[in-house]
């Protein structure tokens, strides 16, 4: 089921086997190189040669190029833990749970994933009865409303999931506090308590969601709320997550059923799909079998199946016209998920008329 | 030349004018500046021209090299490439720069270049810094933009001094030393004319040295400076830093030495540096050791003409 586009990917091929660093020509790596920064992957690739043993090897030029991205991805992810110290002190050790989601879970599992990874926000979750109480408690301590203008802080508060960003003038980290994993307007709607329920202690006092709720937030995130459009970071992490969490065969037998339970069966179909497609991910054909029940119609699998390849990375797939018909495809798929049509309409025309006017 | 690696094995090139115009306007000049090679493509002639009247005497690759980095200048359409001419500027970071007229293509070049180096090199220590050496002196002169430090480290190069850059010093954490990295030197306003006066007392066709001056840059007017031969051709000359100088230009000012402590100049030095934060704990240690090995002080001046003598007396001071 490879897929062709994909496959002749150099940064692709590099990442399903790292071993072919060994012996690429200058040319390879300078397109090699090229894609991983544009997919902020390059911290990824160095972290591999390291784990396999073949970094001494590599050309000189390459290891100084890698260590300037071992730097940035130590820091990012110490900025990232530091942070979590900070607002532990502000917002835990109250008789509720603080969920850390995304990267900082990642980063609080010590997961595959987080190696030679680049993390610039944090985001946290907590139940939607406590969300004002959280950003009073920020905002106490220092944090400050990232977003200033009117229309986008009201757009947050009536139809968003998330607080507006917060910032702590001090540091540069911008916190998302969440209360629910999706927009309140998506198509989708999960019964949040269920996710908050089955989470569990983590690091400092924090939370974080089970195994298989954090690989289906990552999926949800990525095939149901937001772009597919340059995501191939994305990807991988669902890749690297289904490979880690795999090894337990009851993360399999758990997935499909969570999926259902939460209405996630459609983004888990392309998360499965595309990270077997295009990773070349390890899924128990029970897996596939199972979630096969909850594929899209044939011609909207047949659309996917050509759209998807051709935008996950930035660089890849073809150009002109159907480049931009996928991407442009993609994006409007995306927000036709997120929200009614009427509101969509009466969203994208107020951004535009704001930018016109040079206010966003 | 240190050898790099098995692909930094082939000779490096000496074009001549054309050869290196048909090779930015077609696969990329591959240009080295001290330790980063960086593919320069550039779609308008103008723009070539410029750049090559300042960057002839570098070192260029002719076989292909691993790059550290790609700048792409191009018009992003006919529109924009023949009938009003914009300079966009693709570095190959996700970034997007607000492309400025064609006519001032260089400065996109530059500020592209020095965009790279700033947010993505964590392999070295940056010092936001004039550095120069000479016999055996690595000289930082730490400073905020506006105190005078390009124009000080420039001058400085053009009186004997090896230019290791006007702003991005560059500090390998495991030899301790300071790594040429000579580009192109940006000029501002007022200290244009005055560096082409001092380039004039001591060298023929002292124009040759500078491009046009581009004027309403989003910072005022710029006018580049190639550093001297000599600066170019040390680019692989590293130095340990010993002296750090910390520069203030003040035009009612009299020429003084001022004395400052090391934990001063440890904080200004910290200050200065922006990678400190993301490189961590081996920043913090390699300044300590640098400022526990050098001698600091402060200087205050009025003119190029009393720095340079200040600087020389404070150097002077330690060896005689």
């Known amino acids: 089921m490879a897929n062709p586009i994909t496959e002749r990917n150099i940064l692709i091929r590099v990442l399903k086997n790292p071993n072919l660093m060994e012996n690429l020509g200058v040319g390879e790596w300078n397109e090699l190189l090229r894609e991983a920064k544009i997919s902020n992957l390059a911290g990824r690739l160095s972290a591999d040669a390291e784990h396999i043993g073949i970094k001494e090897k590599l050309p000189l030029k390459v290891q100084n190029i890698f260590k300037s991205y071992d730097y940035s991805s130590r820091s990012s992810q110490r900025m990232i833990r530091w942070e979590m110290n900070r607002v532990k002190r502000a917002l835990v050790g109250e008789d509720y749970k603080v969920i850390l989601l995304k990267g900082a879970a990642y980063i609080a599992k010590e997961l595959k994933c987080t190696r030679g990874r680049l993390s610039v926000d944090l985001d946290i979750l907590v139940e939607k ?30 139809y968003s999931h998330e607080l507006p960003p917060l910032v702590h003038p001090d540091r540069q980290i911008s916190i998302d506090v969440h209360h629910s994993i999706l927009p309140v307007t998506s198509r989708v709607y999960p019964d949040m308590t269920k996710l908050v329920d089955a989470a569990v202690p983590s690091v400092g006092g924090f939370y974080t969601f089970s195994n298989v709720d954090i690989v289906l ?144 | 030349m240190k050898v790099l690696s098995k692909f930094h094995k082939n000779k490096l090139a000496a074009f001549d004018d054309e050869e290196l115009d048909t090779k930015l306007s077609t696969s990329g000049a591959q240009l080295e500046i001290g330790p ?61 720069f607000i492309p400025l007229p064609a006519s001032m293509g260089m400065v996109s070049l530059e500020m592209g270049l020095n965009w790279q180096v700033a947010s993505a090199c964590k392999q070295y220590l940056m010092f936001h810094a004039g550095v120069v050496a000479k016999d055996g002196v690595g000289l930082i002169m730490p400073a905020a933009s506006g105190s005078g430090k390009s124009t000080l480290a420039a001058g400085l190069s053009y009186r004997g001094w090896q230019l290791h850059s006007d702003e991005f010093g560059l500090l390998d954490l495991e030899s301790e030393e300071l790594v040429p990295y000579p580009r192109a030197v940006s000029l501002k306003n007022e200290s244009i004319p005055v560096m082409k006066n001092w380039v004039a007392q001591s060298h023929e066709n002292h124009l040759d040295y500078f491009t046009e001056e581009f004027e309403g840059t989003p910072k005022g007017t710029i006018c580049y400076m190639r550093p001297t031969t000599q600066s170019i051709n040390a680019m692989h000359e590293r130095t340990k830093p010993n002296i750090v100088i910390l520069p203030i230009f003040d035009p009612a000012s009299k020429p003084e030495i001022r004395p400052i402590t090391k934990t001063m100049a440890f904080f200004r030095t910290v200050m200065s540096s922006a990678n400190y934060g993301d490189i961590g704990a081996d920043a913090f240690h390699a300044i300590s050791n640098l400022i526990d090995n050098a001698r600091v002080c402060e200087i205050v001046y009025p003119t190029l003409d009393d720095a340079v003598k200040l600087v020389e007396e404070f150097v002077g001071d330690g060896n005689g």
């Open chain 1, 129 to 158: 009865n406590k969300i004002d109480f959280a950003e009073d408690k920020f905002l106490r301590h220092g944090w400050e409303h990232h977003v200033e203008n009117d229309y986008d802080q009201k757009f947050y508060r009536e």
């Open chain 2, 36 to 96: 980063f090679t960086v593919n320069v493509k550039l779609e308008f002639k103008n723009i070539r021209d410029e750049f090559i009247k300042i960057y002839r005497e570098y070192p260029f690759y002719n076989d292909p090299v691993i790059h550290d980095n790609y700048i792409h200048i191009y018009g992003r359409n006919f529109y924009r490439k023949y009938m009003r001419p914009q300079a966009f500027v693709d570095v190959g970071m996700n970034e997007e």
């Open chain 1, 217 to 360: 937030h990552s999926v949800v995130h990525l095939w149901q709320d937001g772009e597919v459009r340059s995501s191939l970071r994305n990807l991988l992490e669902q890749h690297d997550m289904f490979e880690e969490f795999g090894k337990d065969q009851k993360f399999w037998d758990a997935l499909v059923p969570r999926a259902v339970e939460l209405g996630f069966t459609r983004a888990l179909y392309y998360a499965l799909r595309y990270c077997k497609m295009i990773m070349g991910t390890n899924i128990p054909a029970r897996v596939m079998k199972n979630i096969d029940q909850y594929a899209p119609n044939g011609l909207i699998r047949i659309l996917m199946d050509w759209m998807v390849p051709g935008v996950i990375s930035p660089t890849l797939g073809s150009t002109g016209l159907s480049r931009w018909l996928s991407m442009n495809g993609l994006y409007i798929r995306s927000h036709w998920l997120r929200m009614p049509p009427f509101m969509l309409a009466k969203h994208l025309s107020t951004k535009m008329i704001m930018r016109i006017k040079g206010e966003a």
